[in-house]
């Protein structure tokens, strides 16, 4: 079983200096282990546009194969 979290980055770009992103974390769960296998960094400026996406990946159960597929959906 896959579930996904929010994560959150203090980054720094030349443009912009610092700022705030959420990203995804995927973990697979196996007998009670949880271990980190995706970790994608840096998405979104708005939580709560991380908290949808998370939030209709693990309601639809996703495939860890179609994450970065969504990701790109989802910034389109």
């Known amino acids: 079983m ?3 979290k929010i994560t959150e980055s203090n980054m720094w770009d030349t ?3 610092n ?3 959420f990203g995804i974390c ?3 769960i196996l007998n009670n ?3 980190l296998v995706a970790y994608v960094p ?3 400026l708005n939580k709560q546009d991380a908290e949808v996406l ?3 990946c693990n309601s639809g159960k996703l495939s860890l194969i179609h994450l ?3 990701i790109e959906d989802a910034l389109s």
């Open 2 to 4: 896959i579930i996904y």
């Open 33 to 35: 282990d949880k271990k």
């Open 42 to 44: 840096d998405i979104f």
């Open 19 to 21: 700022y705030t992103s």
């Open 26 to 28: 995927a973990y697979e």
């Open 54 to 56: 998370v939030d209709r």
């Open 15 to 17: 443009d912009n200096g």
């Open 68 to 70: 970065y597929d969504v």
